[in-house]
T-cell receptor
Framework: DAMVIQNPRYQVTQFGKPVTLSCSQTLNHNVMYWYQQKSSQAPKLLFHYYDKDFNNEADTPDNFQSRRPNTSFCFLDIRSPGLGDAAMYLC?????????????FGPGTRLTVL | AQSVTQLDSQVPVFEEAPVELRCNYSSSVSVYLFWYVQYPNQGLQLLLKYLSGSTLVESINGFEAEFNKSQTSFHLRKPSVHISDTAEYFCAVSEQGAGSYQLTFGKGTKLSVIP
């Protein structure tokens, strides 16, 4: 089945220690998104790629970076995680062929910062 | 810019009772509308969507939502809930038109089904 995969599902890191979260998709969608979701809140968009074009949200901290080496993979790098970065990180995809912007989500990675 | 309001943050309901989760939106242009469901420690799953055509849309597990343009609403309903429906539900809107690749989410409604 075509899907969005996130690894790992659970990630523990130490305060200030860089961490990378991974997302891959078999949908061949050209748009990929990273969201941060804190407990009992709506997902908050960090950035998205339209093909190789990177689009950063204005309020996304510089501590968060992303890479998209090819259509299938996208990475979220947190350079120096703080306690406030503990959250669920969701990857999603969509295709520009569907103008509805219907997004397909992965299962998420729950990040714990010690 | 569009916005989404989910009026209830938490909705407790007894098993087999009906439920309605409310969603209102604001936008200066036509929109597409979605309901997503999120189970604990999982990602968001699309429950149903309104793109065009019939204003009443249904999901495979008994949920339905009706698009009401005059009231700018897209409320989610189920006539008889099950324990397994316990989850958080997010309403989302996307503006029609080229160049927009974002969904705007409401704050979510936690549905708790009581045995």
């Amino acid at each position: 089945d075509a899907m969005v995969i996130q690894n790992p599902r659970y990630q523990v890191t130490q305060f200030g220690k860089p961490v990378t979260l991974s997302c891959s998709q078999t949908l061949n969608h050209n748009v990929m998104y990273w969201y941060q979701q804190k407990s009992s809140q709506a997902p908050k968009l960090l950035f998205h790629y339209y093909d190789k074009d990177f689009n950063n949200e204005a309020d996304t901290p510089d501590n968060f970076q992303s890479r998209r080496p090819n259509t299938s993979f996208c990475f979220l790098d947190i350079r120096s995680p703080g306690l406030g970065d503990a959250a669920m990180y969701l990857c999603a995809t969509s295709t520009a062929a569907r103008r509805s912007n219907e997004q397909f989500f992965g299962p998420g990675t729950r990040l714990t910062v010690l | 810019a569009q916005s989404v309001t989910q009026l209830d943050s938490q909705v407790p309901v007894f098993e087999e009772a009906p439920v309605e989760l409310r969603c209102n939106y604001s936008s200066s242009v036509s929109v597409y509308l979605f309901w997503y469901v999120q189970y604990p420690n999982q990602g968001l799953q699309l429950l149903l969507k309104y793109l065009s055509g019939s204003t009443l849309v249904e999901s495979i597990n008994g949920f339905e939502a009706e698009f009401n343009k005059s009231q700018t609403s897209f409320h989610l309903r189920k006539p008889s809930v099950h324990i397994s429906d316990t989850a958080e539900y997010f309403c989302a809107v996307s503006e029609q038109g080229a160049g927009s690749y974002q969904l705007t989410f409401g704050k979510g409604t936690k549905l708790s089904v009581i045995p």
